[in-house]
């Protein structure tokens, strides 16, 4: 065997892993070593274990476990180690650590010495992943509930700014109806109010403390799993060990509710790009959330609309991931539940930017009130109203709409509008009308008119803005 093919053949490494080595005569290859670590990914977790660590060692030194003293060089230990990581002095290193639980352990054990070693005692990996793991869900949970709760405010200002501005509304993206404006934009408050109930009750169940299960049955030493639960701000331990290190129920919970949130800014998206074409003109979007073109000088797209749209495949494929990676595994830890931390990052983090994204189009967009009303005379959309009238002079309403709808039809033979037809051209298909059709075709009385809960008349709206007003209070406080 020549000296390059020798050179890529896996070498055992010299010596096992010191904190799980003592079972084993030899360790995995180097390669197999970085294959498995997760220090990578999970070394984003610091805070949450040095504050796990901490308050497992403050419990062992109240039960009696490891002397005051032990506990002491512990924390202050650890305080270092933290100090370190903040200035960007801590050196994470593959290549000798797995994970970020065995790199911190390992650092505070070669600083303090023995009572490093100490830590450890009455907990596992097992355990330990599995609290770092549901502090850091609430974490993300509080980050992506406060983003929510700023693009629900944009929302409600920006309704409250543009009331009175009618525009077309749509189905099967053709024009149906008019509405305000600030009526379509309200019912994206309400999906994103959906989205932060979902986020908040992801939060609610990850707020159990699995600290104190160790492996998978519990431990012989005396701990108060009730007092490091209340140390770490969780409501209760969670109550089964073998659950505790094997749920992730809740990251399915909190990975869905982004899911449904990056769709819901994926729908909002599909329109601000329709609506800013030339085609539509109802929105310019702000130049510093657009781009240009390198070859077209006079190009202006909505490049940001289009990524977060884009970005919500990757988002339902973390979820699915994880729905994958748990459906396999029998109780309890398996090291594929490893796999659960990368989607969990990446579906926050995509649905945080594109929340960001998002909030700023909608917050510095000019809407273009003359163009949506413009296009609220285009598309027949005053045609139910006008069938509405019939049904007031005592027509049933089908044959109210047959009689209307001949009317368009002839209407788009010959390229009118209703507004444009006289009252004689509409007595020529029913003697029901009269001049009082005229004020049906009005596109303002056509949406003032619209006064049932929720609808889009200006009293309704007005209604529905002080609701929507008082639902964001109650998620703010």
């Known amino acids: 065997m020549d000296e390059n093919n020798e050179s890529k053949v896996a070498q055992p490494a010299a010596e096992p892993k010191p904190l799980w080595g003592g079972r084993f005569s030899a360790a995995p290859t180097g390669e197999l070593e970085r294959f498995g670590a997760s220090l990578?990914?999970?070394?984003?977790?610091?805070?949450?274990d040095i504050r796990g660590s901490k308050a497992h060692a403050a419990m062992l030194a109240h039960q009696g476990v490891i002397s005051a003293e032990d506990a002491e060089a512990i924390r202050a230990g650890l305080d270092e180690i933290a100090g370190e990581i903040e200035r960007g002095e801590f050196t994470f290193d593959v290549d000798r650590d797995e994970d970020i639980h065995m790199a911190i352990e390992r650092v505070l054990t070669e600083r303090i010495g023995p009572a490093g070693g100490r830590l450890h005692t009455?907990?596992?990996?097992?355990?330990q992943t599995?609290?770092?793991?549901?502090?850091?869900?609430?974490?993300l949970a509080d980050e992506?509930?406060?983003?929510?709760?700023?693009?629900?405010?944009?929302?409600l200002d920006r309704a409250e700014e543009q009331f009175g501005v009618v525009m077309p509304g749509y189905t099967h993206m053709q024009p149906a109806q008019p509405?305000?404006?600030?009526?379509?934009?309200?019912?994206?408050?309400?999906?994103?109010?959906?989205?932060?109930?979902?986020?908040?009750?992801?939060r609610a169940a990850a707020n159990k403390c699995p600290l104190g299960a160790a492996a998978l049955a519990g431990t012989t030493y005396p701990l108060d799993r009730a007092m490091t639960a209340s140390?770490?701000?969780?409501?209760?331990?969670?109550?089964?060990?073998?659950?505790?290190v094997s749920d992730r129920d809740y990251l399915l919970d909190l990975i869905y509710a982004c899911s449904v949130c990056q769709i819901h800014l994926s729908r909002l998206c599909e329109e601000l790009v329709w609506w800013?074409?030339?085609e539509f003109g109802f929105v310019e979007m702000d130049d510093a959330h657009s781009t240009g073109s390198s070859i077209m000088p006079q190009k202006k797209n909505p490049d940001f609309a289009e990524l977060v749209r884009g970005k919500s495949g990757r988002v339902v494929g973390d979820l699915m991931s994880l729905l994958v990676t748990v459906k396999g595994t029998p109780l309890t830890y398996d090291k594929d539940l490893q796999e659960d931390k990368e989607p969990l990052f990446d579906a926050a983090d995509t649905v945080l930017g594109s929340l960001m994204a998002c909030t700023g189009m909608l917050a510095t967009c000019t809407f273009k009130a003359d163009r949506m009303r413009e296009a609220s005379h285009e598309g027949y959309m005053a045609a139910t109203d006008l069938a509405d009238y019939l049904v007031g002079k005592g027509l049933p309403f089908r044959q109210a709409h047959a009689v209307v709808g001949r009317i368009v039809g002839d209407c788009v033979r010959e390229g009118v509008t209703l507004q444009q037809l006289t009252t004689d051209e509409l007595r020529s298909y029913s003697e029901l009308f009269d001049d009082g059709a005229h004020e049906a075709l009005d596109i303002d009385n056509i949406v003032r008119r619209?006064?049932?809960?929720?609808?889009?008349g200006h009293d309704a709206v007005r209604a529905q803005l002080a609701q929507a007003r008082d639902v964001l209070a109650a998620e703010t406080a």
């Open 144 to 155: 992506l509930l406060g983003s929510l709760e700023g693009i629900q405010q944009v929302l």
């Open 179 to 202: 509405v305000l404006l600030s009526h379509h934009l309200l019912a994206y408050f309400w999906m994103f109010s959906r989205d932060h109930k979902r986020v908040a009750d992801a």
């Open 130 to 139: 599995a609290v770092d793991t549901h502090m850091i869900a609430r974490d």
């Open 40 to 48: 990578p990914f999970d070394k984003r977790m610091w805070k949450q």
């Open 231 to 244: 140390e770490l701000g969780f409501d209760e331990p969670v109550a089964n060990s073998m659950d505790a």
């Open 122 to 127: 009455g907990r596992s990996r097992n355990d």
């Open 450 to 456: 619209r006064t049932t809960l929720g609808g889009t």
């Open 276 to 278: 800013s074409s030339a």
